[in-house]
Structure formats: C-alpha cells, structure tokens
C-alpha cells in the first residue's frame, strides 16, 4: 500500500499531519498541491479545495485533524503514544484547542500575516503591511492572550506530555513565525517558552529546517528566517 500527502509543507495543516507522519517514522510520498496551483484532478478529493489530503491506495481523506486522529487510531506506533491521551476529559481539551488552533490562531498568524509577508511575496506582490500590522496590534492579542492563560505555567498544553493541541498551536506559531513574527516574550512569557522548547524538539526542528530551505530557495534574501532563542 502506498501512501500520499497531498499539500505544500508551509501549510500549517499539512504540517501537522508531516509531524505526525515523522513522530512514527513512516514513508509516504508527498504530492506538492499549492492553493492556487492545483492539479487537475486534486478537485476531486478535496471537496473543499484545501490541502491537505491523505491517500492510502484509491482512498482519499481531507482535513488535518481527521487525518491525524485516522494515522493515531491504525497505527500502534510508540511515537504516537500520548498524542490523543486515554481520559475523556483531557481528549476533550485536546480537540478543543487543536479546533482553537486551526479556526482561532490559524485566520491571524497564518492567513494573514504569513500570507501577507510571505505568500504574497512568492507571487511577487507586496504584503500589505497596514493589513499585518492592524491584525498584529488588534487580533493577534486577544487569541494569544488566550492560549497563555490556557498554558500557564506548564511545559504541554495537555497533560505532562505533547498532543495533538501542540502539534496544532506550535504548527500555527511556526507558521507566524516564517511570516516574520515571534511571539512577544515580555506580553507572552509561557507562550514564548513554550515555543523555544518546541523549536528545539527535534520532530520540529526536522521540519522547520527543511522549510526554512524552501523559504530560502523561493525568496531569498526576503525570507525573515527568524529563531525564537
Ligand atoms: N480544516 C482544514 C483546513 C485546511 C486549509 O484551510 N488549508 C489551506 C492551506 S493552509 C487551504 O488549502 N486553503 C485553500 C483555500 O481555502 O482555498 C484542515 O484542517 O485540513
């Protein structure tokens, strides 16, 4: 059986499922599909022409949480252990805040400033910079103001270890962060904390590096190429 990502691995939904995919070691084939540039038959398995979609032969499945939980619930992979964790009350959080992630943070960290500064930037336009910094000084705030009392002062956001509402938020701060901005230290201590130790973890360092080469290649001197340590 062979195995297909479709997406682009900027995307931080097909990120999620790449981390995934990684955490368990597994080979697959990743078929680039880009919003924008998509083939002519991806249509046809993404009903709402979005990336990503898994492939396992001729069986299809869009949407990044539904594919994480499908790659957690068939794989009995030590690297998944924790992922989704056993008590009712701690799976509830999780799919809370990964549904935070993809329709909270997602709209102003990814759709806006990293398609701003970046996205548009590889289609050769110019972000429109009033647009980033309107959302960065009114939107950004209140949805990070959030997750920083969610997080508190512990290391995960569920429990004492990573899941999937950290594969999703990290996902989303990486994406803003290749969009040229770092969670502000001084209004956000746990949040930036929790992002110095995400960065360094070596699933997501193994992603981020091959990223920041795509970014480099496309943009050159124009991509932030930022850290957060
Ligand atoms: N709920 C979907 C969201 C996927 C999504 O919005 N992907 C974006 C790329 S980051 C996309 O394909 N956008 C194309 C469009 O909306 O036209 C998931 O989790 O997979």
């Known amino acids: 059986m062979q ?3 479709h997406g682009a691995p900027l995307s931080p ?3 999620k499922v790449m981390y995934v995919l990684k955490a368990m070691a597994a080979e697959y084939k990743l078929k680039p ?5 998509y083939s002519d038959d991806f249509l046809n398995i993404s009903p709402l022409g979005k990336i990503p979609v898994w492939q396992e032969d001729d069986w299809t499945q869009p949407d990044s949480s539904v594919i994480c939980q499908y790659l957690i619930e068939t794989q009995d992979h030590p690297g998944l252990a924790g992922l989704m964790p056993t008590d009712p009350k701690q ?3 999780v799919r809370w805040l990964e549904k935070y992630a993809d329709y909270e943070l997602c709209p102003q960290l990814t759709y806006t400033v990293f ?3 970046t996205l548009r930037m590889i289609n050769g336009k110019h972000p429109q910079e009033e647009v980033v910094l309107d959302c960065i000084k009114n ?3 209140p949805v990070l103001d959030y997750i920083e009392k969610a997080l508190g002062p512990n290391t995960y956001f569920v429990g004492d270890q990573l899941t999937m509402a950290d594969v999703a938020i990290t996902s989303q701060m990486i994406t803003f962060m290749h969009g040229g901005e770092l969670i502000d230290a001084n ?3 746990n949040l930036r904390r929790y992002f110095n130790h995400m960065y360094q973890q070596d699933t997501w360092q193994a992603l981020i590096v091959r990223e920041k080469k795509t970014l480099d290649k496309i943009l050159g001197p124009k991509h ?6």
Request: hydrophobic share 40%.
């Open 3 to 5: 195995w297909i990502l």
């Open 13 to 15: 939904f097909v990120r």
């Open 33 to 37: 599909e880009s919003p924008g540039f």
């Open 91 to 93: 799976r509830a959080q």
């Open 115 to 117: 398609r701003q500064r």
């Open 139 to 141: 939107k950004v705030p």
């Open 187 to 189: 209004r956000w201590p």
């Open 224 to 229: 932030y190429n930022l850290s957060p340590l």
